[in-house]
């Protein structure tokens, strides 16, 4: 493989590991930015969307757990990407509406270590419960062959590059629409601007006889439907775990948060990307390097812009 080839080879990767990122990073930023709430519990729900996925693609065999236990030999529907397209965002909302109604909200006005301690306390509970009932096995990738009647599966020849994974390309694509979705449903329609002022002064818009709590948890659903959408799309390339939302998921998602800036869509975007191409090269080319490389860069982004690439600088009077 020639350097260009190499080269363009690691942007491809880096576009679909920085997909990943970004939706795990938009999800985490718009929860943090709106409500000033740390939430370690993001990986769960990336965990909870791998799973939900996983099942909704495919039957699996249990080796052990509970639902073994019980005589429950296979779980699962078999229904397919489509399907799991739609569910497994549905889950993942409808988890995080009860998150932020039953854990996030008592803890608004704590201090951010209370925040960081119930939601991380919460992402082992469910990491805990998915080892006892479905049990600690590792389960492969699943990905479709085909997709409303196209073929999906296999390599494709791209100019420059060669032959790289059809499917790969088809993630990159799915994942930026859904983010360019979420960036204008944010941007351009009024519940984003309600959110937005809630942000500012959540009193006034009280005032206003706009019920900001309702605002609050529907944006709580919505980062925790990108997050679970994000653990369906890594499901269809890597192996599903119960450590997967720790160690796949939530590092990633605040290292967005750093380098794009707290609260930015944007800057999750371009953090996510940046960081999944760095690591794709490392990984490609020096791969015990690659998480090193990539706590490196937020190290020298903390240096330089404290405040992440698009996020604002407070100024106090």
Same mark, same amino acid.
């Given at each position: 493989m020639s350097?260009?080839? *190499?080269?363009?080879?690691?942007l491809?990767?880096?576009?679909?590991?920085?997909?990943?990122?970004?939706?795990?990073?938009?999800g985490?930023?718009?929860?943090?930015?709106?409500?000033?709430f740390?939430?370690?519990?993001?990986?769960?729900?990336?965990?909870?969307?791998?799973?939900?996925g996983?099942?909704?693609?495919r039957?699996v065999t249990?080796?052990?757990?509970?639902?073994?236990?019980?005589g429950? !030999? *296979?779980?699962g529907?078999?229904?397919?990407?489509?399907?799991a397209?739609?569910?497994?965002?549905?889950?993942g909302f409808i988890?995080?509406?009860?998150?932020?109604?039953?854990?996030?909200?008592?803890f608004?006005?704590?201090?951010?270590?209370?925040?960081?301690?119930?939601?991380?306390?919460l992402?082992?509970?469910?990491?805990?419960l998915?080892?006892?009932?479905?049990g600690?096995?590792?389960?492969?990738s !699943?990905?479709?062959?085909?997709?409303?009647?196209l073929?999906?599966?296999g390599?494709?020849? &791209?100019?420059?590059?060669?032959?790289?994974?059809?499917?790969?390309?088809i993630i990159?694509?799915i994942?930026?629409?859904?983010?360019?979705? !979420?960036?204008?449903f =944010?941007?351009k329609?009024?519940?984003g =601007?309600?959110?937005?002022?809630? !942000?500012?002064?959540?009193e006034?818009?009280?005032?206003?006889?706009?019920?900001?709590?309702?605002?609050?948890?529907l944006?709580?659903?919505?980062?925790a439907? &990108?997050?679970?959408?994000?653990?369906?799309i890594?499901?269809?390339?890597?192996t599903v775990?119960?450590?997967?939302?720790t160690?796949?998921?939530?590092?990633?998602?605040?290292?967005?948060?750093?380098?794009?800036?707290a609260?930015s869509?944007r800057?999750a975007?371009?953090?996510?990307?940046?960081?999944?191409?760095?690591?794709?090269?490392?990984q490609?080319t020096f791969?015990?390097w690659g998480?090193i490389?990539?706590?490196?860069l937020?190290?020298?982004?903390l240096v330089?812009?404290?405040?992440?690439?698009?996020?604002s600088?407070?100024?106090?009077?």
């Amino acid at each position: 493989m020639s350097a260009v080839q *190499e080269l363009f080879s690691i942007l491809l990767n880096g576009l679909q590991l920085g997909a990943i990122f970004a939706l795990l990073g938009i999800g985490l930023t718009i929860i943090l930015g709106t409500m000033n709430f740390l939430n370690l519990a993001h990986g769960a729900l990336y965990l909870i969307g791998a799973y939900a996925g996983m099942l909704t693609m495919r039957v699996v065999t249990l080796r052990t757990g509970i639902l073994q236990d019980y005589g429950f !030999t *296979e779980l699962g529907l078999g229904w397919g990407f489509l399907a799991a397209l739609v569910i497994v965002p549905t889950i993942g909302f409808i988890v995080g509406v009860l998150m932020e109604r039953y854990v996030a909200k008592p803890f608004y006005k704590r201090p951010h270590t209370d925040q960081l301690l119930v939601t991380f306390g919460l992402a082992l509970v469910v990491e805990e419960l998915v080892k006892q009932v479905i049990g600690g096995n590792t389960f492969q990738s !699943t990905s479709p062959d085909t997709l409303f009647g196209l073929q999906v599966s296999g390599p494709i020849q &791209l100019p420059i590059v060669g032959a790289f994974p059809r499917w790969r390309l088809i993630i990159i694509l799915i994942a930026f629409i859904v983010i360019g979705l !979420t960036w204008l449903f =944010m941007e351009k329609t009024d519940w984003g =601007m309600i959110v937005k002022a809630g !942000t500012l002064d959540s009193e006034m818009v009280s005032l206003l006889g706009i019920r900001i709590g309702r605002s609050y948890a529907l944006v709580f659903g919505l980062g925790a439907a &990108l997050a679970a959408f994000a653990g369906l799309i890594g499901a269809t390339f890597e192996t599903v775990r119960p450590q997967i939302g720790t160690q796949r998921a939530l590092v990633p998602a605040f290292l967005v948060l750093v380098v794009g800036g707290a609260g930015s869509i944007r800057g999750a975007i371009v953090g996510g990307v940046i960081l999944g191409t760095v690591l794709a090269g490392f990984q490609q080319t020096f791969s015990q390097w690659g998480q090193i490389a990539m706590y490196a860069l937020v190290a020298l982004v903390l240096v330089v812009r404290p405040q992440g690439v698009f996020g604002s600088v407070e100024v106090e009077e």
